[in-house]
């Protein structure tokens, strides 16, 4: 299946200096894997005919929060607590200054 010029083809491509035994241990390798491989394309051959399920939307929607929410209807008590603020938006100091 493979030989020997083939896995010195990869070893140049990977640039890897193999030595001999090297060589035929990788050959033994590639043919177990190739081996391997043709067992399982064997075996999954029909996997295309299997029933696929139906699409779902696993997010949530888009909705306002509830009255469960611990902050409903206290936005304006939390923004008032802010040490500085301009607006809805809490003022802080820069801390990310861009170099010129």
């Known amino acids: 299946m493979i ?3 083939d896995i010195e083809d990869l070893a140049r491509l990977a ?3 193999l030595s001999e035994t090297e060589k035929e241990a ?3 390798d590639f043919e177990g894997i190739l081996e391997y491989v043709g067992q399982v394309a064997a075996v999954s051959g029909d996997v295309n005919q299997k029933p696929i399920p139906p699409l779902r939307n696993v997010m949530r929607d888009d909705a306002l929060y509830g009255a469960d929410v611990p902050t409903t209807g ?3 008590a939390l923004l008032a607590a802010l040490p500085k603020r301009e607006g809805d ?3 802080v100091r820069k801390i990310i200054q861009k170099e010129a």
């Open 26 to 28: 990788l050959i033994k």
């Open 15 to 17: 640039r890897l200096d």
């Open 74 to 76: 206290k936005q304006e």
């Open 3 to 5: 030989s020997k010029t």
């Open 89 to 91: 938006y809490a003022v």
